[in-house]
């Protein structure tokens, strides 16, 4: 894929996590359908995961406008997890098993290129999460995938959600980096956009499968990001790293 | 040296960083010495490097005390840095050399047995640094010395600086988890002290050397710490990690 602009400014790499590094919706289902197979509850998995992660950005919207007080992704999860175990008619979790199942945001994998490619353009850069995902969320998910973080970043720490302005500059602020010089990596183009718009270069890594073999996200690349990458691995090479 | 109290609860260890982790008296001396040869200066560097040292608390307090505006170490080193430069009569660095000389600080060594029982405490517990340094300051550190930490937490995240309670209590909660699930590790009482007040455990590492062969640290051992160890790896065999 394409590339373009002077890349040699950049000192740092800011991931998005969710859909970018780890694929939150077959870990989602897998852990649902362990535990609905222990309970012996049957249902469309996808479907559940699929309506938990819908309900991110609206929650989100709430906080963003003031509608709800600030609250972390662990406590938006939860809130959207109360509903939909109503709403799926899912019931019999005690409160220490609903506990553990909204904590599977913390477990969740990475794509298969993700630690590998991490590996390689950790050698070059700082490579950081800068992800809505609470620090804690961010800690225990990287310690127990292994992903080879040098800091955890996080709109926690903004008390701000991406796609904010916020995130971003305090994200370049903690680095004690010029925007320029920091590089966010995303599969969504409006954490690419508004990371562009505060002066961060921006890389556009394609996860087709972020929503299922039945999903539609937008692939087409766009000459406005500075570069663009089919997986991690295309990302470090086309780094240099 | 001496254990007590249940420490199984314990899930994450959060790290002084200058002193404790690193020996900031010899890597300032030693960087100093040598752009001291190079621009043919000759200096006691050992009492540059107590002086600058030195500055550190009072500056701070400033801070604390509303004195001075919220400032980062980075900032407050440089502030000290320019005293000093007229104090020791240095002369003849430009801008640039100034600004490489304050971030020696990013660039300090850890003690021989840090990066060694920091892998073996990882293995059990998410290590974290939990520094008055600024996060950039910790990163860059933390790449140049290989230092395995989970987690950058700093005081600048809480806009407060060690010991006031604030700077525990964001790293606890930015952590997920209970104070009483949190060990302080330093080896400077006042930390460990500040910790224990909001319900940190607490482990002592002596560090005989941290003030130089002349220097007199408090080594003595309290039986208020739940922990006392010689260094790191004596404090994994303690945590059986």
Redesign the interface.
């Known amino acids: 894929m394409s590339q373009k602009s002077d890349l040699s400014s950049i000192k740092a790499l800011a991931f998005d996590v969710f859909g970018t590094v780890v694929d939150w919706r077959t870990s989602i289902i897998r852990e649902c359908a362990l535990l609905g197979k222990s309970k012996g509850i049957s249902l469309a998995w996808d479907e559940f995961a699929d309506a938990w992660r819908r309900g991110y950005a609206p929650a989100m919207n709430k906080v963003r406008d003031g509608k709800l007080p600030w609250m972390n992704i662990?406590e938006i999860h939860r809130m959207i997890l109360d509903d939909l175990l109503i709403e799926f008619n899912i019931k019999g979790l005690s409160e220490t098993e609903k506990k553990d199942l909204n904590r599977v945001w913390h477990r969740l994998k990475p794509w298969p290129d993700a630690i590998r490619g991490l590996r390689r353009l950790r050698r070059r850069f700082?490579v950081?999460t800068l992800s809505n995902g609470?620090?804690?969320?961010l800690?225990?998910m990287?310690?127990k995938a292994g992903l080879p973080w040098?800091?955890?970043l996080s709109s926690?720490?903004a008390k701000h959600y991406k796609p904010d302005k916020e995130v971003y500059q305090t994200a370049a602020h903690?680095?004690?980096?010029k925007p320029g010089q920091v590089m966010m990596v995303a599969a969504h183009k409006d954490d690419l956009y508004a990371a562009g718009k505060v002066g961060f270069k921006t890389a556009f890594v394609i996860r087709p499968l972020e929503f299922g073999p039945e999903g539609k996200p937008d692939l087409t690349v766009e000459t406005s990001f500075d570069l663009s990458a089919s997986d991690f691995i295309d990302l470090a090479d086309k780094l240099n790293a």
Not at 134 to 137: E, H, K, Q, T, Y
Not at 174 to 177: D, I, V, Y
């Open positions: 662990d700082i950081a609470n620090v804690s969320l800690v225990n990287a310690k040098d800091c955890i926690e720490l903690l680095l004690g980096l």
